[in-house]
Nanobody, 127 residues
Framework: QLQLVESGGGLVQPGGSLKLSCQASGSNLERLTMAWFRQVPGKEREEVSCINRNNTTKYADSVKGRFTISRDNAKTTVFLQMSSLKPEDTAVYYC?????????????????????WGQGTQVTVSS
């Protein structure tokens, strides 16, 4: 059974950077689509970024040019490098994985059906 554990969240000033990690245990990530989501209490969950098995990527318009998703060579960790952070980036960030769906088919209607989710890591952007 695959387990995902996020880390790297914290408090950062506006304009700063953070790098989130999603460590997988129980399986290699190489065959999985991996995605990062975020959620603020009282608001809908938002897909931030996604990386396919062939390493093609997708980003929300709100983070394009500021966030970068990547996998490590051993394919056990997915990263989200976040730069030029804004207060509106404050949220709990979740890592998710799916065996079948590629990034272009991940929609809000199937978020809950993604195969694996982590527990989340808090990111707070504040001065």
């Amino acid at each position: 059974q695959l387990q995902l554990v996020e880390s790297g969240g914290g408090l950062v000033q506006p304009g700063g950077s953070l790098k989130l990690s999603c460590q997988a245990s129980g399986s290699n990530l190489e065959r999985l689509t991996m995605a990062w989501f975020r959620q603020v209490p009282g608001k809908e969950r938002e897909e931030v970024s996604c990386i396919n098995r062939n390493n093609t990527t997708k980003y929300a318009d709100s983070v394009k040019g500021r966030f970068t998703i990547s996998r490590d060579n051993a394919k056990t960790t997915v990263f989200l490098q976040m730069s030029s952070l804004k207060p509106e980036d404050t949220a709990v960030y979740y890592c998710a994985a799916d065996i079948v769906l590629p990034c272009n088919l991940i929609r809000p209607v199937n978020y809950d059906g993604l195969d694996y989710w982590g527990q989340g890591t808090q990111v707070t952007v504040s001065s």
